[in-house]
C-alpha cells in the first residue's frame, strides 16, 4: 500500500510556515541593518556636531594658539573616566586636546583629511571600542582685521566610545529576533489553520473516498467545491461508474460461467453416482455412458470457448492476412450447418458475393461466419431463408439475415460473454453463450466490427470489415465453390 | 412421499428423478416455473427440489408464490447460484434448505429426508411402531431384531405409514404420494404392495401392524383402533 510520509496538510502547512518565517526573518534583518546604520550616522553626526563645537572654539591670539572653554559642550570630553576625547592638530604641531586625554597625545602624526568628515571604527586608548571623526577646519582669528594673516587648517579628531551604541544596536537586535521569531511561530499556526479551512473539501473527499469499496463507490460530492476539485470529482465519479458497471459485468460472467459449468458438471457426476448405484445391465450403462459423454461434450465447448475468449483477451491471436474470396469462405461456413438448416427447412440466398475478395485472415473470417450462420440456423425460424448479402460501398459488409421471431427485441446486449436470449440459459445444447462474444473480438482482432441488430421480425447479423481488394484482378484468387445460389439477374 | 423436481436442464432434471425414484419417492419433474405452479396446485407434494434459474417465472418467484398461498411444500434450492447474498435471499423469500451443484447424491438424499422428517414432525430418523423399526437413513426395516427385506416401493409404503403411525391414511392419500402418475391409475397396484407388505411384516410371526379400514383405508399401529 502507498503512503505518504506527510500528509498534504502539514506540507502546506510546513511550507506556508517556512516562507513566512523567511519572510519575517528577511524583513527583520533588513529592518536591523538599515536601523543599526541610521544609529550609527546619527551617533557619528552628534559627535562630530560636538568636535565642530570644539573646533569653532579654537582661536590664534597673539601668543598662540587658545581653546575657550564652553562648559555645556567640553563637559563629553571632561577628564575622568569618560569614553570620549578629541585632539586637535594644527600642522603637525598638537594645539588643544581634551582633558580626558590626561595630557598625552595621540600617538602618530595628524591623520590625512578633508573638511568633510571622516568616520571609521577605532579604539580608544584604553582598549574600549569607538568611533572616529576626522576632518580639517580653519580655526577663527581673534583679531579678525583684513590685515591678520590667513590661519593654517587644523586636524581634530575626535573619538567617542560606542559602548551605549553597541548596547543600543544589540537591544534592538534582540527585539527584532524575538518578534520575529514568535511572529513566525504565530504565522505557522494561522497557516496551519488556514491550510486546514482551505483542504477542507479535500478532506471531505478523502472520506468519501475510504468509504468506497467494489460494490459500494458511490458518487462523491463536495458541498461548495473549489473550482480546481470539480474536474477532479468529476473525472473519479466518471471513473466509479466505468469500474462498477466493469464490476457488474464481471461479477454477472462469473455467475454465469459458474452456472454454465457447474450445471452440467453436477449433471454429470449426479449421472455418474446414480449409474454406479444402479445401472446393472449393460444396456442402461450404455445410455448412460451416451449421457454423461454429451454432458462432457458441451463442458468441453464451453470451456474451449471461454479459453479461446482468454486467448483473445490477451492477445495472442494474431490475424495473418492473405487475400479471401469471401464466396468461397462463405461455401465453406455454409456447408457446417447445412444439414441442420435441412433439417429445420431453412434456405440459404446469397447476393453480390460473386467476385468481391478482401486482405484478411481466412480463419478467422470463417470462425465468424460459422458462428453466424449456425446462429441463424439454431435460433432462426423454421422453414424461413436466410439472406447473405455483400456490399462494397465502404470497405466490405457482409449481412447475414433470417427471421427469428423468439428472438428478443432488444439484442444491444448479444456478443457479451454468455450471454443468451433466456435469462435462465436452459439450451441443454450446443450453445453455451460465447460465440457471439467470440464473434464480436475476433471481428475486432482483423480490425473489422460485428454488429447484431433486430428489424422486425428479422435478426440481422453484420461483419463490417475494411481492406477490400479492388482494380488488382491478379491478386483476386478465382472462386471455387458458391455459399448458396444467387437470384437470378 | 412426494416429490417435485422443478429443473429447466433436462438432464439434470431426468437424473435427479431417477436418483429419487431409485430411493422409493414419487417423483415428478417440471422444466419451469409455469409448471412448477401447475404441479404445485394440489399441494400433494412433500418436497420442491428447486432451481433458481427457470425460464419464465423464476425459481424464487415460484418460492414467493408457494409461501403466499401458505403451500406446505418444504423446499429444497438446488442452484449453480453459491453468492451468499443469493442463499439468504432464497432462505428469507421462505426455503428450508440450500444446496450448491454440483453436489455428492448421499447429501443431497440426506437432505431430502431431512425435510421429509420435518414434514411430518418427526426428528428421529428410526421411526418405531411396536417392535417395528424403520431406519429411513438406512432404508432398512426390521421387526423384533429381524431385518425385513422390501423392495424401494415396500420401504416407501412402510416409510410414509410409519411416518403417520396411528394415523388412518385414505388410500387416495397413498396414491397421491407414493405412486407415480402413471402407476396410481392402475386400480389394485396399492393392494398389492399392501398385501406384500403385511405379509413380510407378519413373517417373523409378530402381531399384525398393519391394518386396513374398510372404507377409510391403512394404519400402522400397535393395535387397529377400530378392531
Avoid at chain 1, 454429470?268 to 462432457?296: G, I, K, N, Y
Amino acid at each position: 500500500m502507498l503512503v505518504g510520509r506527510w500528509s498534504l496538510r502539514r506540507r502546506l502547512a510546513l511550507a506556508a510556515g517556512a516562507a513566512a518565517a523567511v519572510v519575517l526573518f528577511g524583513t527583520a534583518l533588513l529592518v536591523f541593518v538599515v536601523a543599526r546604520g541610521r544609529m550609527i550616522d546619527d551617533f557619528d553626526r552628534t559627535w562630530q556636531a560636538r568636535g565642530a563645537a570644539v573646533g569653532a572654539a579654537l582661536e590664534y591670539q597673539d601668543d598662540g594658539w587658545d581653546l575657550e572653554e564652553r562648559s555645556e559642550t567640553m563637559a563629553v570630553f571632561a577628564l575622568g573616566p569618560t569614553s570620549a576625547l578629541y585632539q586637535i592638530w594644527v600642522g603637525a604641531t598638537v594645539v588643544a586636546r581634551s582633558p580626558s586625554l590626561s595630557g598625552k597625545d595621540l600617538p602618530g602624526p595628524p591623520p590625512r583629511s578633508s573638511p568633510a568628515p571622516r568616520s571609521a571604527w577605532a579604539m580608544l586608548p584604553d582598549g574600549r571600542a569607538g568611533r572616529v571623526q576626522t576632518w580639517t577646519f580653519v580655526p577663527d582669528h581673534e583679531a579678525a582685521a583684513p590685515s591678520a594673516p590667513s590661519l593654517p587648517e587644523a586636524t581634530i579628531v575626535v573619538i567617542a566610545g560606542t559602548a551605549e551604541l553597541h548596547r543600543a544596536i544589540t537591544d534592538l537586535a534582540w527585539l527584532l529576533g524575538w518578534s520575529t521569531a514568535v511572529g513566525a511561530v504565530v504565522a505557522a499556526l494561522l497557516m496551519a489553520g488556514v491550510v486546514a479551512q482551505a483542504l477542507r473539501p479535500l478532506a471531505a473527499l478523502h472520506e468519501q473516498l475510504a468509504a468506497c469499496a467494489p460494490g459500494r463507490m458511490q458518487a462523491v460530492m463536495v458541498p461548495d467545491p473549489p473550482r480546481e476539485l470539480v474536474p477532479v470529482m468529476v473525472q473519479l465519479n466518471a471513473a466509479f461508474a466505468r469500474l462498477e458497471a466493469a464490476l457488474a459485468r464481471e461479477q454477472g460472467f462469473t455467475a454465469d460461467a459458474a452456472h454454465e459449468l457447474r450445471t452440467p458438471l453436477a449433471a454429470l457426476r449426479l449421472l455418474l453416482e446414480v449409474s454406479l448405484s444402479e445401472a446393472d445391465s449393460p444396456d442402461a450403462r450404455r445410455q448412460d455412458t451416451t449421457a454423461a459423454l454429451a454432458l462432457a461434450l458441451r463442458l468441453q465447448r464451453l470451456v474451449e470457448a471461454l479459453l479461446a475468449l482468454a486467448r483473445l483477451d490477451r492477445g495472442l491471436v494474431r490475424a495473418r492476412p492473405e487475400p479471401v474470396v469471401v464466396a468461397e469462405v462463405m461455401a465453406e461456413a455454409w456447408a457446417t450447418v447445412a444439414t441442420a438448416a435441412a433439417a429445420r427447412g431453412i434456405t440459404c440466398r446469397s447476393v453480390g458475393l460473386s467476385g468481391v475478395s478482401i486482405d484478411t485472415d481466412r480463419d478467422l473470417l470463417r470462425q465468424i461466419l460459422v458462428n453466424l450462420c449456425d446462429n441463424a440456423v439454431s435460433h432462426g425460424d423454421a422453414h424461413a431463408e436466410v439472406v447473405i448479402t455483400a456490399a462494397t460501398a465502404a470497405g466490405l459488409t457482409i449481412t447475414i439475415a433470417n427471421a427469428a421471431t423468439a428472438a428478443p427485441t432488444d439484442l444491444s446486449l448479444a456478443g457479451q460473454r454468455l450471454w443468451r436470449a433466456d435469462p435462465a440459459r436452459t439450451d441443454a445444447g450446443r450453445h453455451v453463450g460465447i460465440g457471439l462474444s467470440l464473434c464480436r473480438r475476433l471481428a475486432e482482432v482483423i480490425g473489422g466490427a460485428l454488429r447484431l441488430e433486430r428489424a422486425g421480425s428479422q435478426v440481422i447479423a453484420t461483419v463490417q470489415l475494411a481492406k477490400v481488394i479492388r482494380n488488382n484482378p491478379e491478386r483476386i484468387p478465382a472462386a471455387t465453390s458458391e455459399p448458396c445460389p444467387e437470384p437470378a439477374p | 412421499m412426494r416429490i417435485l423436481v422443478v429443473e429447466d436442464f433436462a438432464p439434470m432434471r431426468d437424473t435427479l428423478q431417477r436418483a429419487l425414484q431409485g430411493v422409493g419417492f414419487a417423483v415428478d419433474g417440471a422444466g419451469d416455473g409455469d409448471e412448477a405452479l401447475y404441479h404445485l396446485k394440489d399441494a400433494v407434494h412433500d418436497v420442491v427440489v428447486l432451481d433458481l434459474m427457470l425460464p419464465g417465472v423464476t425459481g424464487l418467484e415460484v418460492l414467493r408464490r408457494l409461501r403466499a398461498a401458505a403451500h406446505p411444500a418444504h423446499v429444497l434450492v438446488l442452484t449453480a447460484r453459491d453468492a451468499i447474498d443469493d442463499r439468504v435471499q432464497a432462505l428469507d423469500l421462505g426455503a428450508d434448505d440450500y444446496l450448491v451443484k454440483p453436489f455428492a447424491l448421499a447429501e443431497l438424499l440426506a437432505r431430502v429426508r431431512a425435510l421429509v422428517r420435518r414434514a411430518y414432525d418427526r426428528k428421529d430418523p428410526l421411526l418405531r411402531v411396536a417392535d417395528l423399526v424403520v431406519d429411513t437413513a438406512g432404508r432398512t426395516a426390521g421387526r423384533d431384531g429381524q431385518r425385513l427385506e422390501l423392495t424401494a416401493r415396500e420401504f416407501a409404503l412402510l416409510h410414509y405409514l410409519a411416518l403417520r403411525a396411528g394415523e388412518v391414511v385414505s388410500r387416495s392419500d397413498l396414491l397421491e404420494r407414493l405412486y407415480p402418475l402413471d402407476e396410481s391409475a392402475i386400480s389394485n397396484v396399492l393392494e398389492v404392495h399392501v398385501s406384500n407388505l403385511r405379509r413380510k411384516l407378519e413373517a417373523t410371526g409378530g402381531a399384525r401392524l398393519l391394518h386396513t379400514r374398510r372404507g377409510e383405508g391403512y394404519v400402522l399401529a400397535e393395535r387397529d383402533g377400530a378392531a
